[in-house]
């Protein structure tokens, strides 16, 4: 049974194009969390919603529009993609706190890899 | 605003050796936590132990703990007996706005 599941796990497109990502959790957890993973492995939170509230909501371009209809999903849309953007997105859900304020550990998806050409 | 530092970019430890990776940080809120993940060559994020600020005793599970010390500001994370598998990239992550370091690669020798 997965626990976070991201869809696609790979995605390649244009540069200019518009995209989501999916993400869903089976846990109950009540935040949900994205992340971005550089190509130097570096790892940077975007956004955080607990029970549909936005908690944490980085310095990111407002090209990336995190949507949450229920506590058990947190999309990401991203419009007018750049080749900056190419880079892994985690997807993450944890019980309890707001944002990250939670002694429980964050339940990671396995990633998407996304590549602009 | 929080901060977190791993100034390590690289290890290596040979096989059954012990290993400690560091993490210092810095935070003004005197409730905190710390989180350690271990990132594979697979990429998935995986959780390996917690320590809290208030916490009486430093956390351990199974071959890792956390060698603690709240007026350093440090949080190393020490992996005892490696194994090949430990072979990954190593993360420490602070409660609340949850940054992460810039992460350490471990590489076990045979």
């Known amino acids: 049974d997965t626990a976070v599941s991201q869809t696609p796990k790979y995605l390649v497109t244009q540069m200019g194009n518009d995209k989501s990502i999916k993400c869903e959790q089976n846990l109950g957890h009540d935040t949900m969390y994205w992340y971005k993973q550089d190509s130097k492995k570096f790892l940077k939170i975007m956004f955080s919603y607990n029970n549909k509230e936005l908690i944490i909501n980085e310095t990111v371009p407002n090209r990336f529009s995190p949507k949450s209809p229920d506590k058990a999903h947190l999309n990401l849309h991203i419009n007018s993609l750049e080749l900056g953007d190419s880079a892994v997105y985690f997807c993450a859900s944890s019980q309890g706190g707001r944002g990250g304020d939670s002694n429980q550990p964050q339940h990671f998806g396995d990633g998407t890899r996304l590549s602009i050409l | 605003a929080q901060k977190i530092t791993q100034t390590q970019p690289g290890m290596f430890v040979q096989e059954k050796e012990a290993v400690t990776l560091d993490c210092t940080y810095d935070t003004s809120d005197p409730s905190y936590g710390l989180f350690w993940y271990k990132q594979p060559s697979s990429g998935e994020m995986i959780f390996l132990i917690y320590q809290g600020s208030y916490d009486q005793q430093n956390a351990t599970e199974g071959r890792y703990s956390l060698n603690f010390q709240k007026a350093r500001k440090s949080a190393n994370l020490v992996i005892s007996a490696s194994q090949l598998g430990d072979s990954a990239m190593y993360f420490c992550?602070?409660?609340?706005?949850?940054?992460f370091g810039a992460g350490t690669r471990l590489t076990v020798k045979p």
């Open positions: 992550a602070m409660r609340g706005d949850m940054r």
